[in-house]
């Protein structure tokens, strides 16, 4: 019992980074700050919460010198939810499912041709100024909601936390953008506009879109689900073709 | 909700073995997302708790894929490296996906009201 009070705090601090509690509570405690913060700036894209958290637990990780192992052992609590999640999506997939069903061919072929034309332009584009292969694979599922993202970077080679990042950037941008677009090229069909946010820029756009118009949002939904999907088979297809 | 997690554990877990064992490109869970759209079709929809647990699970989303984008700490130097290839590829590409599924979308639906 003498020897708990001149404990150093280093050696409070080197125990903490062998057990998940410090990772998990960290995550937990900086999502709540990142959520505060976002509330009382107005829900701006620049504000996410997700964007957030991540950009203030890197720099802590950084200023600590915490090893990124150490962190993701608790945080790995929250990670292995992102299954379930995913699998969750089949909910509000099946709740649109007549409107789905009423526009599936348009739908379809909009969704399909937009999402090949996002993946190869990054991937042509980054190619052509010098990334490697496995950026490139990391770059290619970005416009897809993260779970999926991350899966297929990991299937295709990738580097899924570089491919997190990677949707966070594309979802932070197609937000602050997307109404200055279509506006530019006259989309003013609120199922297209939706489409199109949710099919180049996941959730983060579809969020923005759900504000404006709530037809919008719900075909923002839909992109998010199909195109998770559509990728999934597509892209492997797509880096075999293109020889990424 | 123990049921409602334990259902979409299962379509996971099936979705995964499907994966593993045909070395199908998809990942199990978008192959779990599929398993349980084709379930709530044939079963006629979700029961309330399952819809409240998906929505729960949905709901935060956005913490769900905190942890693995703090792994970006790991990847600074390829950030770095590559720092002119992804700033030019992901505004250009971007932009391209929106223009290319709007202006389609809307030409297709032309004339066209919803139900």
Redesign the interface.
Same mark, same amino acid.
């Given at each position: 019992m003498h020897n708990l009070l001149p404990l150093p705090f280093f050696h409070v601090w080197s125990y903490l980074q062998t057990q998940p509690l410090m990772g998990l509570t960290a995550t937990l405690c900086t999502w709540e700050l990142a959520c505060f913060i976002d509330i009382k700036a107005g829900h701006k894209p620049i504000t996410n919460p997700t964007f957030l958290s991540i950009t203030l637990l890197a720099c802590a990780l950084l200023i600590t010198g915490t090893p990124y192992s150490a962190y993701f052992n608790g945080a790995q609590y929250v990670h292995f939810l992102l299954g379930p999640a995913t699998v969750a999506l089949a909910i509000p997939m099946y709740a649109n499912r007549h409107s789905i069903k009423k526009h599936f061919v348009p739908i379809f072929i909009s969704l399909t041709t937009g999402s090949i034309v996002a993946a190869v332009s990054a991937m042509l584009i980054a190619r052509a100024l010098g990334a490697p292969h496995d950026v490139l694979v990391s770059l290619g599922p970005k416009s897809v909601t993260t779970p999926i993202a991350m899966a297929v970077a990991q299937n295709l080679g990738g580097q899924p936390p570089l491919t997190a990042v990677f949707v966070m950037i594309t979802g932070v941008f197609g937000a602050i953008i997307c109404t200055g677009v279509f506006w530019l090229v006259r989309v003013k069909d609120w199922r297209a506009q939706g489409l199109a946010a949710g099919t180049a820029a996941h959730g983060l756009a579809t969020a923005r879109m759900i504000l404006i118009n709530e037809t919008a949002g719900a075909y923002g939904g839909v992109a998010i689900g199909l195109n998770g999907i559509i990728t999934s088979v597509a892209l492997p297809l797509l880096v075999n073709i293109f020889g990424f | 909700m123990v049921r409602s997690?334990m259902m979409?554990?299962l379509? @996971?877990l099936a979705?995964t073995v499907v994966q593993e064992g045909t070395g199908l490109?998809?990942?199990?869970? %978008?192959m779990? $997302? *599929?398993l349980? #759209?084709g379930l =709530?079709?044939w079963r006629g929809?979700?029961s309330q708790s $399952?819809?409240d +647990?998906?929505?729960g &699970?949905?709901k935060?989303?956005? =913490? $769900? &894929?905190?942890?693995?984008?703090?792994?970006?700490? +790991?990847?600074l130097q *390829?950030?770095k490296a590559?720092a002119?290839?992804?700033a030019?590829?992901?505004? *250009?590409? !971007?932009?391209?996906? =929106? %223009?290319? !599924?709007? *202006?389609?979308? @809307?030409w =297709? #639906?032309r004339g066209?009201a919803?139900?």
């Open positions: - | 997690i979409l554990l379509c @996971q979705g490109p998809i990942p199990g869970p %978008v779990g $997302l *599929v349980l #759209l =709530l079709i929809g979700p $399952l819809h +647990t998906a929505g &699970f949905l935060y989303l956005g =913490l $769900l &894929f905190v942890p693995a984008g703090v792994g970006v700490v +790991t990847e *390829v950030l590559n002119l290839a992804i030019v590829a992901i505004p *250009v590409s !971007t932009i391209l996906g =929106l %223009v290319v !599924t709007g *202006v389609l979308m @809307q =297709l #639906l066209k919803d139900a």
